[in-house]
């Protein structure tokens, strides 16, 4: 299980969904990938998007192979930002999802400069995972059972987008 970070800043979370839209012009049209690159977004205030199905393969820009990884990204620059308490919980309970689900280990979380030669998932959010902060949120969400992220398509996926875009 593997967390990145957008390395850019994100500003205002109402931006989030946009960039999200960003990322995956980017990611399929420049470089050619099937979708955006991980399986899970988080934004500042901790709302999680699904991004590629976990069944397919993410990709990446570095030199690792990502078989196997779970990822999860969270929109910032987290070496010019601090990472939410919100995101963090967000991306802890993404991940609870993944190792319940696909019967992952969930001690094996680690940032994408454990894998490559970069400074993602940035200073403040890696920080969180060397510390065991991250961690700890992961087993709490396992202890407490199930882990279930809901899906939501359609018209409701429409207007929860169109809440955050407004700053709700």
Partial sequence: MTI?????VLGDNKNAPGRLRQHQR????ERGWIDIAYHVGVDRNGNIYELRRPEIVGDTATEYNP???FLV???GDFDQEVVTEAQLDSAALAFAWAAQTYKISDDVVRGHRDFASTACPGADLYARVQSGDLQGRIEKNI???TVDLRSVCGPEAKDAVAKIEAGL
């Avoid at 980017?26 to 049209?29: A, D």
């Fill in 143 to 145: 202890a407490a059972g």
């Fill in 73 to 75: 990204l969270c929109e």
């Fill in 4 to 8: 990145h970070h957008t390395g850019a």
């Fill in 67 to 69: 078989t196997g990884h």
């Fill in 26 to 29: 980017l990611h399929q049209g």
